[in-house]
T-cell receptor
Framework: GAVVSQHPSRVICKSGTSVKIECRSL??????MFWYRQFPKKSLMLMAT?????????EQGVEKDKFLINHASLTLSTLTVTSAHPEDSSFYIC????????????FGQGTRLTVV | KNEVEQSPQNLTAQEGEFITINCSYS?????LHWLQQHPGGGIVSLFM???GKKKHGRLIATINIQEKHSSLHITASHPRDSAVYIC??????????????FGKGTLLTVNP
């Protein structure tokens, strides 16, 4: 199956700093990628839909200025957590689907962010 | 009421048992995913199906579109099957920008 690579898998940062998470589709072009956040023992929560070459579409309640998304190419989307706070500590995971109808979703390995 | 309901929420089995996890949804869908998430977080897509039945090794997934119900079966369960299994549905017309709606997951523990 297709591969979506997410990096880093774990990151610890200090409060007030910014952290960038990368999501790459390794063997297919993804015009759309999805960024999720997962709280402990909870299901995935969609944060935003990342569209190549245009602005991301954020879900209600997600701060655009805090979670910056850039989809600069057909194989790379980045999520930057700006001015991180301990409450931003969470598991972040990206997903992408091939172009077309009814295509399977592939997920990155996820990033465990800890803000200290 | 969630659009995607899974049952049971937690399931404990002995090695070798036949496992069934159920998923019901209340919206029209174009496809349904079964996902597996191990401790440590990575998510693997097990199946995507829009009708009938699919089989991969010891895993079988079925879907009944009329009844809006899907099941994931694991035959001859093994401790390495211990994970959270998530049902996710793809609504709308199924284009690549359409969102998945997730169930809350079923935590499966298979004891040796």
């Amino acid at each position: 199956g297709a591969v979506v690579s997410q990096h880093p898998s774990r990151v610890i940062c200090k409060s007030g700093t910014s952290v960038k998470i990368e999501c790459r589709s390794l063997d297919f072009q993804a015009t759309t990628m999805f960024w999720y956040r997962q709280f402990p023992k909870k299901s995935l929560m969609l944060m935003a839909t990342s569209n190549e070459g245009s602005k991301a579409t954020y879900e209600q309640g997600v701060e655009k200025d805090k979670f910056l998304i850039n989809h600069a190419s057909l194989t790379l989307s980045t999520l930057t957590v700006t001015s991180a706070h301990p409450e931003d500590s969470s598991f972040y995971i990206c997903s992408a689907r091939r172009q077309g109808l009814y295509t399977e979703a592939f997920f990155g390995q996820g990033t465990r962010l800890t803000v200290v | 009421k969630n659009e995607v309901e899974q049952s049971p929420q937690n399931l404990t089995a002995q090695e070798g048992e036949f496992i069934t996890i159920n998923c019901s949804y209340s919206v029209g869908i174009s496809a349904l995913h079964w996902l597996q998430q191990h401790p440590g977080g990575g998510i693997v897509s097990l199946f995507m199906l829009s009708s009938g039945k699919k089989k991969h090794g010891r895993l079988i997934a079925t879907i009944n579109i009329q009844e809006k119900h899907s099941s994931l079966h694991i035959t001859a369960s093994h401790p390495r099957d211990s994970a959270v299994y998530i049902c996710a549905v793809l609504g709308g017309r199924g284009g690549s920008n359409y969102k998945l709606t997730f169930g809350k997951g079923t935590l499966l523990t298979v004891n040796p």
